[in-house]
């Protein structure tokens, strides 16, 4: 029997600490891992609830990510809740890992710490590594502070293990920013978490011996094709899911989740569009610009990437004019990934509004209120002048000559 | 919101610090803040921690600030860091150092002229009394609760006990007698 | 007694990084971020002794960690066997040492981590830890007697 970890009702905690938390609480049987910076501390702190008995668990420490992540697509076929951490080059190094879980459709919960990615080396926050598994077939979750590291981690587990959901679930933090950065964080007490985690139910697991049952079949032409639609269609229909999910969460803890969350957007002419914790930075410049300038300005965030929620986006801008999508991850000859997520949904809208990219923030570089200021107030000169004034994408807070790329052909 | 900015030495325990403060500040009912900007940094190197308070939960995480104080936990660091970026007119700086506050304002021409809410306080030998070894976080939480006016003495002693409380009493004790000597000390 | 030729002057680096060295904007940054090591034509480097050689700003040599240190290595050379266990056990190449001679210690890349004193094979130790503001002199005058076994 465990020995019982106190937690009080309200605590002072960092993301990391948040996260590992969660795995506490829910009570996780397996943690593979290969600890990175800035991650290392959750499945740190997981091996010492182990070690110190607060839970009855495995912590298996293997040679690399990619090992890590195949210890956990083993634990979770054999029907242990498992989860794990990485950032950055693990993250990478990881990849070829994340596809197999997702096809294989297993509910693993990975807490990903984002940075950015090498060269040149850094070890500070951005989303290159999150981009990286936007095509991997995982539900991708953003948490925008310490609280949300720790809300989300447990509704990942309900998530991934839902029976109509059967996928595994990435919840993102800022690296440093939001993992390192100690703020007030209201927990659930064990026996509220446990109870909304539950235990879980597997399926297919490899441990039922009276159902032995093959993993990693190969597929040619023949197959192929079927399996990964049926897994695309699974991950589109998860968003009711998440939505029950998150509602029931709101029942036991009073704080509200959605897969796409507005701030001040019920007028806004104007707007920026981002994830994680630049989200609640913009919150305040929005705010301010309002009062100062007058300027109409709110901000779109993306609480739930993957499935990407076009319907929600288009909606939710129905109405504003001019559009910043801000990328925090360096696109390599093209737009933003999440840029053209964006003006994806918007080229399906009646208004059609101007949607501009920002690259910002690589490498850790500071998103500071002033910064999204001038972002936004671009946006209003869009809406004075009646097209877009910039080039289509630019390049923020950056050293040296204006870097920006692609004129609008509307004029 | 009030905002402060620590400039210490990796292992000198500014995150400490800075997070020991959040979570006293926190026991308040206010919100806190308490982040630092390291990450490859290695034991010695120059760092910068911050804090946070305000009375509504905190959605700025920039590091840019102009800081309400500024909290120097390394003396050698009031010299060679820009301790006064960013500064606002009514900032107000403590300051670790063996010197009297005229010699230190006399070496740091950035200071010049700001007698009136320069502090100085000497964190590290402090700390070799009590805490028997260069800890210097400890008593600058001491000089802060002093100069900010923030909480009093005894409200902050308390609460620290129960952050330190995974320590040995003996180290608590320590602890518990720098935070008060620097509080005295301070001026 | 130590050879302070050896030593770099205080800060070097120093000025060129506060000159600009780190604010370059994204059309000056080096392509790659590849640095180079030494100013100019660096052919036949390796027959130089590191005082001789044309170091850049980019070379963590012409950078200084002296200020990191809290305690320092001072070295007896009176003790000393000259067998190298320091030079090959410094983890930042901060033992002075030319033709198997240990001369002393690189102060501007000597964290003071004490793995010098550790090895160190003599009785009493050629490398003692003392405070950073010690003077030379008075650590070597105040230097312990070699300490003979007790038999039991």
Redesign the interface.
């Known amino acids: 029997m465990a020995v019982e970890f106190e937690v009080n009702e309200?605590?002072?905690w960092?993301g990391n600490y948040a996260a590992s938390q969660a795995l506490r609480q829910a009570d996780v049987d397996v943690v593979v891992a290969y600890p990175i910076?800035?991650s290392t501390p959750i499945v740190e702190n997981y091996g010492s609830y182990v070690g110190n008995g607060y839970i009855d668990g495995e912590f298996i420490m293997v040679e690399s990510e990619h090992a890590a992540m195949s210890g956990c697509i083993g634990a979770s076929a054999a029907g242990g809740r498992v989860a794990t951490a990485t950032s950055s080059q693990g993250f990478a190094l990881m990849v070829e890992v994340l596809y197999q879980a997702s096809g294989m459709r297993l509910p693993i919960v990975l807490n990903v710490v984002n940075r950015a990615l090498a060269?040149?080396l850094n070890?500070?926050g951005d989303h290159a590594d999150m981009y990286l598994g936007r095509d991997s077939g995982w539900i991708q979750m953003g948490a925008f502070?310490a609280q949300e590291a720790y809300d989300l981690a447990l509704c990942a587990f309900r998530i991934a293990e839902n029976h109509s959901v059967r996928l595994p679930v990435m919840v993102h933090q800022?690296g440093?920013?939001?993992s390192?950065?100690?703020?007030?964080v209201y927990p659930l007490s064990n026996e509220a978490a446990a109870k909304f985690v539950g235990v879980i139910d597997p399926v297919d697991d490899m441990l039922d011996f009276s159902r032995p049952v093959t993993y990693g079949a190969q597929t040619e032409e023949d197959w192929h094709f079927e399996h990964k639609a049926k897994q695309h269609k699974a991950i589109m229909d998860s968003k009711p899911v998440i939505d029950a999910i998150f509602a029931e969460f709101k029942e036991i803890s009073g704080r509200e989740y959605k897969r796409v969350e507005t701030y001040d957007m019920e007028d806004a002419d104007v707007c920026i569009i981002g994830l994680g914790?630049?989200v609640?930075?913009a919150?305040?410049a929005a705010k301010e610009l309002r009062k100062e300038k007058g300027i109409k300005a709110g901000v779109l965030a993306i609480r739930c990437f993957r499935p990407f929620p076009y319907e929600e986006v288009r909606e939710a801008l129905e109405g504003v004019k001019s559009i910043a999508v801000t990328d925090r991850s360096s696109p390599g000859g093209a737009m933003g990934a999440f840029y053209n997520e964006v003006a994806g949904a918007m080229a399906t809208s009646k208004a059609r509004p101007m949607v501009t990219n920002y690259i910002y923030g690589l490498g850790g570089r500071?998103?500071?209120?002033?910064n999204v200021k001038t972002i936004l107030t671009e946006q209003q000169a869009n809406v004075d002048a009646g097209y877009i004034t910039t080039d289509l994408q630019q390049?923020t807070n950056?050293?040296?000559?204006h870097?920006g790329f692609f004129k609008t052909a509307r004029s | 919101m009030t905002e402060i900015r620590w400039h210490s030495r990796a292992g000198q325990g500014a995150v400490s610090g800075?997070?020991g403060l959040?979570?006293v500040v926190?026991?308040t009912g206010k919100?806190?803040?308490?982040?630092?900007l390291y990450?490859?940094a290695k034991r010695g190197a120059a760092l910068r921690a911050y804090n946070r308070i305000s009375d509504e939960?905190?959605?700025?995480?920039?590091?840019?600030m102009h800081p309400d104080f500024v909290l120097v936990i390394d003396p050698a660091l009031a010299f060679t860091d820009n301790i006064e970026v960013n500064e606002k007119p009514e900032t107000k700086y403590i300051i670790t150092t063996s010197l009297s506050k005229e010699e230190l304002i006399a070496g740091i021409p950035a200071l010049a002229g700001k007698e009136d809410r320069v502090y100085v306080v000497d964190c590290v030998q402090i700390s070799l009394d009590t805490i028997k070894r260069s800890m210097p976080n400890a008593p600058m939480l001491g000089a802060f609760v002093k100069i900010s006016g923030m909480f009093e003495l005894d409200y902050f002693l308390e609460n620290m006990k129960r952050v330190l409380k995974k320590f040995p009493q003996k180290i608590i004790d320590a602890n518990m007698e720098a935070i008060t000597r620097a509080y005295n000390e301070v001026k | 007694m130590q050879d302070l030729k050896l030593r770099a002057s205080e800060n070097r680096g120093k000025s060129q990084l506060e000159a600009g060295f780190d604010?370059?904007?994204?059309?000056?940054v080096t392509q790659?971020?590849v640095l180079p090591s030494f100013e100019g034509d660096a052919s036949g480097i390796a027959n130089l002794k590191a005082e001789e050689r044309n170091y850049s700003g980019y070379n963590s040599y012409t950078a200084t960690v002296a200020s990191w240190r809290v305690v320092k290595p001072v070295f007896n050379i009176d003790v000393c066997i000259d067998c190298q266990n320091c030079w090959v056990w410094c983890p930042d190449s901060s033992i002075l040492s030319r033709d198997k001679q240990m001369l002393g210690i690189d102060y501007d890349h000597c964290k003071g981590c004490e793995i010098c004193v550790e090895v160190c094979p003599t009785n009493p130790k050629s490398l003692l830890m003392f405070k950073e503001n010690e003077d030379l002199e008075t650590a070597l005058s105040g230097w312990p007697e070699k300490t003979k076994k007790e038999k039991n």
């Open positions: 309200r605590e002072v960092d910076t800035p060269a040149p070890v500070r502070n800022d440093f920013i939001t390192h950065t100690a703020q007030n914790t630049t609640e930075t919150r305040v500071d998103l500071s209120i002033e390049f950056l050293r040296g000559p870097l | 800075a997070k959040g979570d926190a026991t919100e806190v803040q308490a982040f630092a990450g490859s939960q905190i959605f700025n995480h920039a590091k840019f | 604010l370059l904007g994204w059309d000056e790659g971020s």
